[in-house]
T-cell receptor
Framework: ETGVTQSPTHLIKTRGQQVTLRCSSQSGHNTVSWYQQALGQGPQFIFQYYREEENGRGNFPPRFSGLQFPNYSSELNVNALELDDSALYLC????????????FGPGTRLTVL | AQSVSQHNHHVILSEAASLELGCNYSYGGTVNLFWYVQYPGQHLQLLLKYFSGDPLVKGIKGFEAEFIKSKFSFNLRKPSVQWSDTAEYFCAVTMNDYKLSFGAGTTVTVRA
């Protein structure tokens, strides 16, 4: 069974640029959630995708957007990067929507200079 | 506001000592409760979960947690820690919805 994978591992961008992060869900999982983890804090929910549609969103501005593809993989896009966007971005997959256990990937470390 | 709080930021123990990490949430409705662990250099892993039924749940690696509804708590315990339990521990809750709300985490350092 393949776990959740994310790419790239690390990324350095400058303010104002755009970035795309990628996630492949665990085999058999159809729901993908994205989280932002700032240094020294717990992960914060960004949004969730189920059957290629956004199912819910946390307190993040519209410049954070995403996609889910028919194979359940997902992308997180961030436009107009700000310094505060520097964080570890985590992808988690689960079998269904209903608050079930989510399984996390290793994350992408984004640094904005 | 709905929130999850973890009582300790950093806990330092000796091997064989008992561990208890506190977690409280502020929500009066239906919850699902989780503890995740992040070992150094590794990704978040699920330790245990509670959805319903017996409020005492057992997880991997000898960990257990007890859900006390009246106290809005879900504390994590291990009777005897090992050096390999050094990690960051996160309590997380879904509050009648789909998103995980995490506590700030507790760093546990076990001294050999």
């Amino acid at each position: 069974e393949t776990g959740v994978t994310q790419s790239p591992t690390h990324l350095i961008k400058t303010r104002g640029q755009q970035v795309t992060l990628r996630c492949s869900s665990q085999s058999g999982h159809n729901t993908v959630s994205w989280y932002q983890q700032a240094l020294g804090q717990g992960p914060q929910f960004i949004f969730q995708y189920y059957r290629e549609e956004e199912n819910g969103r946390g307190n993040f501005p519209p410049r954070f957007s995403g996609l889910q593809f028919p194979n359940y993989s997902s992308e997180l896009n961030v436009n107009a990067l700000e310094l505060d966007d520097s964080a570890l971005y985590l992808c988690a997959s689960s079998v269904s929507l209903a608050g079930g256990a989510q399984f996390f990937g290793p994350g992408t470390r984004l640094t904005v200079l | 506001a709905q929130s999850v709080s973890q009582h300790n930021h950093h806990v330092i123990l000796s091997e064989a000592a008992s561990l208890e990490l506190g977690c409280n949430y502020s929500y009066g409705g239906t919850v699902n409760l989780f503890w995740y662990v992040q070992y150094p250099g590794q990704h978040l892993q699920l330790l245990l979960k509670y959805f319903s039924g017996d409020p005492l749940v057992k997880g991997i690696k000898g960990f257990e947690a007890e859900f006390i509804k009246s106290k809005f708590s879900f504390n994590l315990r291990k009777p005897s820690v090992q050096w390999s339990d050094t990690a960051e521990y996160f309590c997380a809750v879904t509050m009648n919805d789909y998103k995980l709300s995490f506590g700030a985490g507790t760093t546990v350092t076990v001294r050999a």
